[in-house]
């Protein structure tokens, strides 16, 4: 009778321990924990995000399966009952019998006559405190099933003490944004050829490129560099600017915000003719200067600045309006893709380091013949809105090597509504292939750089895999006009496919969001 009694109480105890297996199998609480390098990264499925807990609160493994009977002994046993089911627990080979447990992280003793209020709370807690590892009986991915784990179990092998890490979410804000996002994938180089004109003069001298001028009709060759200042040398922003020769209005610009202007001197025609800066005055603000000035040109060592003293003038407000102008045909998925995870981080980090209030805008364009030729969505304060509608956009169509850039550009010009007031504007243009050579192309490029230049639109090419030295000089003539600074992707990253290698000096690879962080903050503050 007294064996039965204990083949009885062996029973009970096998049917409690499924039991709770299978409520933990089943009843899980929506997140998964991956273990890497000794940190547990948290995934919670319902939004996709990712955090890693840098230092962790350490949560022992289950050190005893006593628990498991003591939370599911029933009231209806009397006291004389207990000892004997002790006794059972003792003689499964392999169970400890400490008492020992570690619920929802935190460690207690079990206790007392257990009653069918504490098999509730104590599977609950169970449920909610589970250490998910392949080694425990626990499984989390289910490879081993509750059959196994409950043979093995039976048979005596004792699960092994495990530690399982949670993170510490009071840390973990700057942590979470940077795993929220596919940060630093892209890498690419930065290079200013106004910063480096002496190298720039070199290029323009060089067999190999200088045909480059005369095949796209740009000739960025010679200019007057001016710099307006107040009285502490401070940079007056959005000033326009105009460059006069005789009476025949040469170029027009607009400071940028430290007060620099570039007035280019025959930039869409070639002429061979000597120039003399006595022929020149300047405009600024309406004002008339006569100089004396100092004009660049090729083969100077750097650019000769005309300083001008202005004391009448108000600063702008801080004010800023930055545009992404990309190329949406087949082959740009990685950049569109970098968009989609990047663009908020940049604008976030760009706006509050360099204090500088930004509206942004976003325009795709691909080629005549595809689906759509250009698509925008207009300025807005609200980053998060330009995010969502890049988030929307894909890479098709296309088909041969031009795009439609001109169009791409007047687009910008026609539909954006940049700010007149604003201290800085400035257009990311991404593409991974040229304007289309034709003659009327190439003269709304011109009229289209023109009006960047007019309205101070800081122009920065981004040049993606699949740019040729053609399309790099076209870019590179677009930057120089509008004193932006060419922007190129490297293949460092090991993303997409090969890069062309840029004709550029030394310069630090970088990845692509710290350099459009930096040049956002370095053209607005």
């Not at 250009?374 to 098709?396: G, L």
Request: charged share 25%; aromatic share 10%.
């Amino acid at each position: 009778m007294k064996n039965m009694k204990y083949k009885l109480f062996v029973l009970i105890a096998v049917i409690a321990v499924a039991g709770a297996l299978l409520c933990v199998y089943f009843c899980g609480d929506g997140k998964q924990d991956k273990t890497t390098e000794g940190k547990t990264t948290e995934v919670d499925d319902s939004d996709g995000r990712t955090e890693v807990a840098e230092h962790s609160e350490e949560i022992s493994g289950f050190e005893s399966s006593a628990v498991f009977l003591s939370t599911v002994a029933s009231s209806d046993f009397s006291e004389s009952h207990s000892s004997d089911v002790e006794k059972v627990m003792k003689s499964v080979s392999g169970l400890s019998t400490t008492g020992k447990a570690v619920l929802g992280g935190r460690r207690g003793m079990v206790k007392g006559k257990a009653s069918s209020e504490s098999f509730s709370r104590g599977t609950l807690k169970l449920l909610a405190a589970r250490p998910k590892t392949s080694e425990s009986f626990i499984m989390a991915d289910g490879s081993a099933g509750i059959s196994d784990a409950l043979g093995s179990l039976l048979a005596g092998s004792s699960p092994k003490k495990r530690e399982v890490r949670t993170s510490e979410r009071s840390k973990g804000s700057e942590l979470r944004e940077r795993n929220n996002r596919k940060s630093g994938l892209l890498t690419a180089g930065e290079w200013n050829d106004l910063e480096n004109w002496k190298f720039w003069s070199g290029l323009m001298n060089d067999n190999d490129f200088y045909g480059k001028t005369d095949y796209w009709k740009f000739f960025p060759k010679s200019l007057m560099a001016v710099r307006l200042v107040d009285a502490n040398n401070v940079g007056f922003a959005n000033i326009s600017v105009e460059l006069f020769k005789g009476d025949s209005l040469e170029f027009a610009t607009k400071t940028d915000n430290a007060g620099y202007a570039y007035c280019w001197i025959n930039l869409f025609k070639e002429d061979a003719k000597d120039l003399d800066a006595k022929d020149f005055s300047l405009t600024i603000n309406g004002e008339k200067f006569k100089g004396p000035f100092k004009l660049t040109t090729k083969g100077d060592e750097k650019l000769n600045l005309n300083v001008i003293f202005k004391n009448d003038i108000k600063h702008v407000k801080n004010k800023a309006d930055v545009a992404f102008i990309v190329d949406a045909t087949g082959s740009m998925r990685d950049e569109i893709q970098f968009l989609k995870s990047d663009l908020t981080y940049i604008i976030d980090h760009a706006s509050s380091e360099s204090k500088v209030a930004l509206r942004t805008a976003a325009l795709f364009y691909r080629d005549v013949d595809d689906v759509y030729l250009t698509r925008f969505n207009d300025f807005t304060d609200d980053a998060t809105q330009t995010q969502k509608y890049v988030e929307k956009q894909d890479a098709d169509g296309g088909g041969d090597y031009p795009e439609a850039v001109h169009s791409a550009l007047e687009a910008s010009l026609q539909n954006l509504s940049w700010n007149e007031s604003a201290r800085s504007r400035i257009a990311f243009l991404i593409l991974d292939a040229p304007a289309h050579h034709e003659e009327s192309i190439i003269k709304s490029l011109q009229n289209s750089i023109a009006l960047y230049a007019k309205h101070g639109i800081k122009l920065i090419p981004v040049a993606a895999s699949g740019v040729d030295k053609d399309t790099e000089f076209m870019l590179r003539f677009f930057d120089l006009a509008t004193g932006g600074s060419y922007v190129f992707l490297t293949d460092d990253s090991g993303i997409g496919n090969s890069h062309i290698k840029a004709s550029v000096g030394d310069h630090k690879v970088e990845s692509l969001t710290d350099i459009m962080i930096r040049l956002i903050k370095k053209y607005v503050k």
